[in-house]
């Protein structure tokens, strides 16, 4: 969506105009402080890395230099190439921290900072650090600097903490915050735990060379999901917090240079990286929040490019119903049955807990400038606070519903590949009829799969 040039090439265009800035005297001799004008913080180390790519790109002969720091790396070396200058800093907040705390960075020059992905810096739990650097450092306060907040979706707690670090502030939505871009065509296909590997075996061979990146939930999901792949024949690279940095930057590169055209990955790789050409997004796991789900499948259809992206979708997934409905429907993309029904089920439950005290439902994504106390007052619309934590239906709700639908004329009725009832043979066996059958890796698919509807 280019959001990173949309800050470097203003800060740097300020940085060239103002020129350079004296730093403190040193203390005790320490001549090696650096004292960098802008400061980005991101999530994790492989968007930092891909923040301070782009910043060497904007700066190329310039007189201004960029450096990068994260954890998980020798930072022997980091202060080595830190020694060297840092007009630009882009760092993770810890070890950031770290690095204050060793006297070896200093902000008290600082004009620009920007928190990249902020939510998801918050997220991963860094609110401490990012205040200890914020508010409790020498860096200027907030009418002394320019200080910019950005991310894909903006829930209310973290409009509220911009409070804090926003000066005379101008929020901007471009767009729906929280929405899903037109490029990208989504499907969600109800299946089984059980069904899983079978399902992804049947859509990997759809498109074999196709940049696929491939979403689990959990670290152990990721690498057994690789080995299982691997044991299929399939060039597969799986990326995680357990992996080295190394080992996440060489999965990456062998992602994007389509050596290993299928990456399993954990939400890790979901926020913020810039991967072109991924053509599918699948998420073998649907995460709990919806909000994680935008930034998953906007791995695809970036820069005006098309995508697909397809969800598997079961019985533990209800309590985003209602959301995934929505990011649906906003996108004018097709809604199964199924899902209408679900989301019906789960408003009536919502509707019950607020009429007996159980809560409300968590807000939607309108873009909404919650930080403005007169907003606030003049409407109370909008989303609500934090909900009953119960997932939404009973046992023989949804599910059921999605059995009643597909039994009777609508099984086998159409050359929807996803209509059937999965648990009693239908869809999935329609999608081997329609995919050849056989051994997988055989298998010639029906050009028009995609676009076929009931």
């Given at each position: 969506s280019g959001k990173t040039a949309a800050f470097l090439l203003p800060?740097?265009?300020?940085?060239?105009?103002?020129?350079?800035?004296?730093?403190?005297?040193?203390?005790?001799?320490?001549?090696?402080k650096q004292y960098p004008l802008c400061l980005v913080m991101a999530p994790t180390r492989e968007l930092a890395s891909?923040?301070?790519?782009?910043?060497?790109?904007?700066?190329?002969?310039?007189?201004?230099?960029?450096?990068?720091?994260?954890?998980?790396?020798?930072?022997?070396?980091?202060?080595?190439?830190?020694d060297k200058g840092a007009h630009l800093l882009v760092a993770t907040p810890g070890r950031l921290n770290d690095l204050i705390q060793r006297g070896r960075v200093g902000l008290a020059n600082v004009r620009y900072l920007v928190l990249d992905e902020a939510d998801r810096m918050l997220d991963m739990g860094f609110e401490p650090q990012i205040r200890e650097i914020v508010e409790r450092s020498d860096m200027p306060t907030t009418g002394q600097r320019l200080t910019l907040m950005f991310s894909a979706?903006?829930?209310?707690?973290?409009?509220?903490?911009?409070?804090?670090?926003?000066?005379?502030?101008?929020?901007?939505?471009?767009?729906?915050?929280?929405s899903t871009s037109q490029n990208i065509t989504q499907k969600i296909v109800w299946v089984e735990e059980a069904e899983k590997r079978s399902f992804l075996l049947d859509l990997l061979n759809i498109q074999s060379d196709a940049l696929t990146l491939v979403f689990v939930e959990t670290k152990r999901g990721a690498d057994m999901l690789e080995e299982f792949l691997c044991n299929h024949q399939y060039s597969?690279?799986?990326?995680?917090?357990?992996?080295?940095?190394?080992?996440?930057?060489?999965?990456?590169?062998?992602?994007?240079?389509?050596?290993?055209?299928?990456?399993?990955?954990?939400?890790?790789?979901?926020?913020?990286?810039?991967?072109?050409?991924?053509?599918?997004?699948?998420?073998?796991?649907?995460?709990?929040?919806?909000?994680?789900?935008?930034?998953?499948i906007g791995r695809t259809g970036r820069?005006?490019?098309?995508?697909?992206?397809?969800?598997?979708?079961?019985?533990?997934?209800?309590?985003?119903?209602?959301?995934?409905?929505?990011?649906?429907?906003?996108?004018?993309?097709?809604?199964?049955?199924?899902?209408?029904?679900l989301s019906k089920e789960a408003k009536k439950d919502n509707f019950s807990r607020r009429n007996y005290g159980g809560g409300r439902r968590a807000g939607g994504f309108g873009a909404r400038d919650y930080r403005n106390p007169t907003q606030l007052r003049g409407n109370r619309g909008g989303g609500g606070g934090g909900g009953g934590g119960n997932r939404a239906g009973s046992s023989t709700g949804g599910y059921n519903n999605h059995q009643q639908q597909w039994d009777g004329s609508n099984s086998g009725a159409s050359g929807n590949m996803w209509s059937g009832d999965h648990s009693t043979g239908g869809g999935y066996d329609r999608f081997q009829q329609q995919t050849g059958g056989g051994n997988a890796n055989s298998r010639q698919p029906d050009q028009s799969w995609w676009d076929s509807t009931s």
């Open positions: 800060i740097l265009h300020m940085i060239f105009e103002e020129g350079p800035v004296r730093s403190p005297q040193a203390k005790f001799g320490n001549n090696r891909q923040i301070y790519d782009e910043a060497r790109k904007f700066s190329y002969r310039s007189m201004v230099r960029s450096c990068v720091v994260y954890g998980g790396a020798d930072i022997g070396f980091q202060t080595r190439d830190l979706t903006f829930p209310k707690q973290i409009q509220e903490l911009a409070r804090d670090f926003l000066h005379d502030y101008v929020f901007l939505a471009i767009g729906r915050v929280g597969v690279n799986s990326i995680h917090g357990d992996r080295s940095q190394a080992q996440r930057e060489e999965a990456l590169k062998s992602f994007k240079n389509a050596r290993t055209p299928i990456l399993v990955a954990t939400s890790v790789a979901a926020r913020g990286l810039d991967i072109p050409n991924v053509k599918h997004v699948i998420n073998f796991d649907l995460p709990s929040d919806i909000d994680e789900y935008v930034h998953r820069a005006g490019m098309l995508g697909q992206a397809t969800s598997f979708f079961n019985e533990k997934n209800r309590n985003i119903a209602v959301d995934l409905l929505d990011i649906l429907s906003e996108s004018h993309q097709e809604v199964p049955e199924w899902l209408e029904g």
